[in-house]
Each structure stands twice: as C-alpha cells, then as structure tokens.
Nanobody, 120 residues
Framework: QVQLVESGGGSVEAGGSLRLSCVAS?????MAWFRQSPGKEHEGVAS???????LYTDSVKGRFTVSRDIAKNTLYLDMTNIRPDDTAMYYC?????????????????WGQGTQVTVSS
C-alpha cells in the first residue's frame, strides 16, 4: 500500500503562486494531481512519469508545472497566475503503470487532499 501526503494548500489572491507537494511512502512509475470543486467534475490536472514526461489539462497549460524528485519520492505542482476557478481540493495520486493518464480510475493510490482557495 502506497501512502501519499499532500501539503502546501492555503488561501491565495488571484494572480499569486503556490507550490503543492506530495510525499509518497515508496516509488511509483506515474504520479498525478487531480482536483475537485463544487459543481464541477473530478478533474485531472497534471501527471508525470519517471522520465519527467508530463501531461496537463488544457486549463492549466502555461500556468502550472508538475515535477518530481525521484530520490525524495516527492511530487510537486507549481501554480502561477492562479485564478479564482482554480479553487478546489487538490489530490495526489499514484500508480505503477507505464502510460501517462488523467483518468482518475486508473490510479489506485490517493492522498487525503489539500485545499486551495483563491480570492479575487
């Protein structure tokens, strides 16, 4: 069982920046960020594999950057130019698979989430 712990969420003004972190108990080939806000579907934000290949949803391209430190078993999401509609609970996910995906059902391991609230 892989355990994931997110941190870095909080309140931020529109246009600001945040870094979210996720520490995993062990290595997995693919890690990802998802988010959920009231009235919206569960959305895949970004995923990354062991070789730093990354996949982003269109709404965050050019604003968010996903990265990972393999040695530290840590996943990051650097959020810039944050907008009010980025407000959501952000979840870290992981899976031992060999393809990038933003399909939530493909991930077996999930963190508890960290809340990001953006004020305008």
């Amino acid at each position: 069982q892989v355990q994931l712990v997110e941190s870095g969420g909080g309140s931020v003004e529109a246009g600001g920046s945040l870094r979210l972190s996720c520490v995993a108990s062990e290595y997995t080939y693919v890690m990802a960020w998802f988010r959920q806000s009231p009235g919206k579907e569960h959305e895949g934000v970004a995923s990354i594999d062991r070789g730093d290949r990354a996949l982003y949803t269109d709404s965050v391209k050019g604003r968010f950057t996903v990265s990972r430190d393999i040695a530290k078993n840590t996943l990051y999401l650097d959020m810039t130019n944050i907008r009010p509609d980025d407000t959501a609970m952000y979840y870290c996910a992981a899976e031992n698979m060999m393809a990038l995906t933003l399909e939530a059902g493909r991930y077996a391991y999930w963190g508890q989430g960290t809340q990001v609230t953006v004020s305008s």
